[in-house]
């Protein structure tokens, strides 16, 4: 009964292992690289896509996580000035945040939105904030 049953266990946690191995898979091929990083003209088109798409009405005009809409959500918009968290994030942490939102905290994904130059014209103008 007991061996039944760990062979079961055995099994079920091989799928699990697969199943993670296939996510990690996913990340790894969808990891991306910024196009234009440091680029004035994609700083410029994000300053404008920031304001466009309504993203300082949370993370505020300069970025510093203070929009008139911080308040509301259910963890506080990241700081974009704050160099000693910002440098702890990858460009693809940034750009798939801005793709699929974070939805537990309150932000929507603006995939369907954005295309993928828009995106990191944001990730530009966002890096250039600290
Ligand atoms: C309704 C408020 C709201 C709006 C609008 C909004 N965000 Fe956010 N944003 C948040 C919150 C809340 C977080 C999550 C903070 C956390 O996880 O601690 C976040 C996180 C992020 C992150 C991830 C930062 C990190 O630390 O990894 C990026 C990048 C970002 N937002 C960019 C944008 C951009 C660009 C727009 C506009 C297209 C936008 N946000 C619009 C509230 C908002």
């Not at 296939?22 to 091929?29: I, K, L, R, T, V």
Request: hydrophobic content about 35%; some cysteine.
């Amino acid at each position: 009964m007991l061996a039944k049953r760990g062979k079961w266990i055995i099994l079920v946690m091989m799928i699990g292992v697969l199943g993670l191995g296939c996510a990690e898979w996913e990340q790894f091929s969808q990891r991306v690289e910024n196009p234009n990083p440091n680029d004035k003209l994609s700083i410029d088109r994000g300053r404008a896509l920031f304001a466009a798409k309504g993203c300082e009405s949370c993370h505020g005009k300069v970025g510093k996580g203070d929009g008139p809409q911080a308040t509301t959500t259910k963890l506080p918009p990241t700081n974009f000035t704050d160099r000693g968290w910002m440098i702890t994030r990858s460009d693809p942490d940034l750009y798939w945040a801005i793709v699929r939102g974070r939805e537990k905290a309150g932000m929507r994904p603006f995939g369907n939105e954005l295309s993928a130059n828009e995106t990191w014209d944001l990730v530009s103008f966002v890096r250039s904030l600290y």
